[in-house]
């Protein structure tokens, strides 16, 4: 074995000296002769022949089994194709090429190889680190998984990296993607100087890339399509809805104009660390909508303010709304500083054992709050019968003539880890999010889906039935309307366990437990219109429960590192 690893040592070392003419034309017997140990930085580190840069080369192989979780096992149970929740075939299963995207079962596999180099300066050590391999969940095919590529020098960080604004580590603690503030899995891309004062204390300031959901235009929401008559009014129309069931909302995000600026103040001590922190994102928008009835014929007519999806009584159709096309002379919200404060604390107990806790609280900056889910779409989840949950997001919504209102929300995470020997160890964790709109917020969003909307006539909720669907004629495919409750405000909450067992030092197994509820906005009833495809496309259009939904879900993990 010992000659294996200094083969494979060898055969390294000769690889990244292919630059260099002497160490190139070695011998691979001279190589692994001319290998040196480097014990500046810990085990696994060689000199690389002919420099003073030390260098370690490893990764990791991973084969992961989901169940409940849906078809795309990052997003979770509440987010993307996911929320359908059906017996309908999953797409790609299906030899055709055709399903709804579903399925209780995955398939993980990962490999990875990592290379990290040091050299000593006189400013400190210069380091290099990136990570790269493949992924894929089936029946997704395999592609690149490349989530670290950084430099590290005399306090600065550059490159892709992780978030100085995290604390809390979701996956030191569960398989599963849960929604927490954690940018470790994918990486982020940064560029920050950590001041080192001693005795444990740092502080980082940080230039990011923006953490964006985006923003919704509610005059936007009311744009139209189809043609109209010489009085202006829509004969045949279908207004343009965002408000889709798990859809991404926010369609008038503007453009980035200024990066994320990160900064925490840590404690690092034996005992464990606090950190407190916080983030400022520009939160820009793009133009009020112009008159759709106008649009694109040279008018300069801007929307009124609001949803401005109006039924025409004579046509059935609507007779305005508010368009993308000729608005720029219509003017802009002015931007606004969405921000998020956060502090973290971590406690460890003799034997590893150890407990950490992140909260944090926004307007305007979301996804500090949930990082990897949040961008896929809104929460949704259908449930048995004609039953949905629903749990809208955006950083802010507007109207014409109307400021950007940002939307509020915190969310709190814990985990315990007990580390019973060696061989085994054991996580409980859970968190909670909630996501709030003001007045004036819940106003915009209540004109575009609750009341009577979309050409319904005179059917108003006290008359809900299976047959009113078919007055919705300009009602969009996906969407949701006239909802009896107008309170978008929604949580979610989860609770698990993971098991572990440490074979070796670098392999082991292990099995995560978890539960989900989520508590949804608009509560009560609404009129769902099927898409046909797409999440949804195998429920039926007609008269939904708007009500809590819940999920568990499980996942089995074989993994093992390995060093060179």
């Known amino acids: ?133 493949h992924t894929g969940d089936s029946p997704n095919p395999e592609g690149l998984y490349a989530n670290r590529g950084f430099i590290q020098w005399a306090g600065f960080t550059f490159g892709l990296a992780q978030s100085f604004f995290d604390f809390y580590s979701d996956p030191a603690v569960s398989y599963l993607a849960n929604l927490t503030e954690d940018t470790g899995d994918g990486g982020w891309r940064v560029a920050a100087f950590t001041a080192n004062f001693g005795n444990g204390i740092t502080s980082t300031l940080s230039i990011e890339e923006p953490r964006r959901i985006g923003i919704t235009s509610a005059s ?45 103040t840590r404690l690092d001590q034996q005992w464990g660390a606090i950190m407190l922190g916080g983030a400022v994102t520009d939160v820009t928008a793009t133009y009020y909508g112009a008159n759709a009835t106008s649009a694109g014929t040279g008018l300069t007519s801007c929307a009124p303010p609001g949803f401005n999806a109006v039924t025409d009584t004579t046509t059935g159709g609507i007779a305005g709304g508010g368009s993308g096309v000729g608005s720029i002379q219509c003017g802009h919200p002015a931007d606004k500083l969405g921000w998020v404060a956060t502090g973290g604390l971590r406690f460890n107990v003799p034997g590893g054992s150890y407990f950490q806790m992140q909260g944090s609280y926004t307007q305007g900056a979301l996804r500090y709050i949930a990082h990897t889910q949040y ?119 989860w609770i698990g366990t993971r098991t572990q067992w440490n074979i070796t030092s670098q392999f082991y197994m292990g099995v995560d437990v978890r539960y989900s509820k989520m508590y949804t906005g608009f509560a009560g009833l609404g009129v769902f219109r099927s898409p046909g495809t797409g999440p949804g496309s195998e429920r039926a259009s007609g008269v939904y429960s708007i009500e809590n939904q819940d999920n568990w879900s499980f996942t089995f993990r074989v993994h093992r590192d390995f060093v060179l």
């Open 1 to 133: 074995m010992k000659m294996v690893k200094s083969l494979l040592l060898g055969t390294a070392a000769g690889f990244v000296a292919v630059a260099g003419a002497q160490a190139a034309d070695m011998p691979v017997k001279a190589a692994v002769q001319y290998v040196k140990i480097c014990n500046l930085y810990g085990d696994g580190f060689y000199y690389i022949p002919g420099t003073n840069i030390c260098l370690k080369l490893g990764g990791y192989a991973r084969a992961q089994i989901y169940g409940f979780t849906g078809q795309n096992a990052t997003a979770g149970p509440f987010f993307a194709t996911n929320i359908n929740n059906d017996r309908g075939t999953a797409l790609g299963f299906n030899l055709n090429g055709v399903g709804s995207g579903q399925s209780d079962f995955t398939v993980r596999s990962r490999a990875v190889i990592t290379v990290d180099t040091r050299e000593q300066t006189d400013y400190g050590v210069l380091r290099t680190y990136f990570l790269f391999g």
């Open 220 to 264: 936007l929401a009311g744009q139209v399509t189809g043609s109209f008559n010489p009085n202006g009014l829509n004969i045949r129309s279908q207004f343009n809805d965002p408000f889709l069931v798990g859809a991404i909302v926010p369609q008038a995000t503007g453009q980035i104009k200024a990066p994320d600026i990160v900064y925490n």
């Open 375 to 493: 961008p896929l779409g809104s929460a949704a989840r259908f449930g048995v019968g004609n039953s949905v949950g629903l749990g809208w997001l955006m950083d802010g919504i507007y109207g014409n003539s109307g400021e950007i209102e940002l939307t509020r929300a915190w969310g709190i995470y814990a985990s315990w880890e007990q580390v019973w020997n060696p061989k085994w160890k054991t996580s409980i964790y859970g968190g909670w999010t909630s996501v709030m709109y003001d007045d004036n917020a819940k106003a915009l969003i209540a004109a575009a889906t609750c009341g009577n909307q979309a050409g319904a006539g005179n059917f108003l909720p006290a008359v809900f039935n299976t047959t009113a669907i078919a007055n919705f004629p300009t009602q969009q495919s996906g969407s949701i309307t006239n909802v009896t409750n107008c309170d978008p405000n929604w949580q979610l909450g």
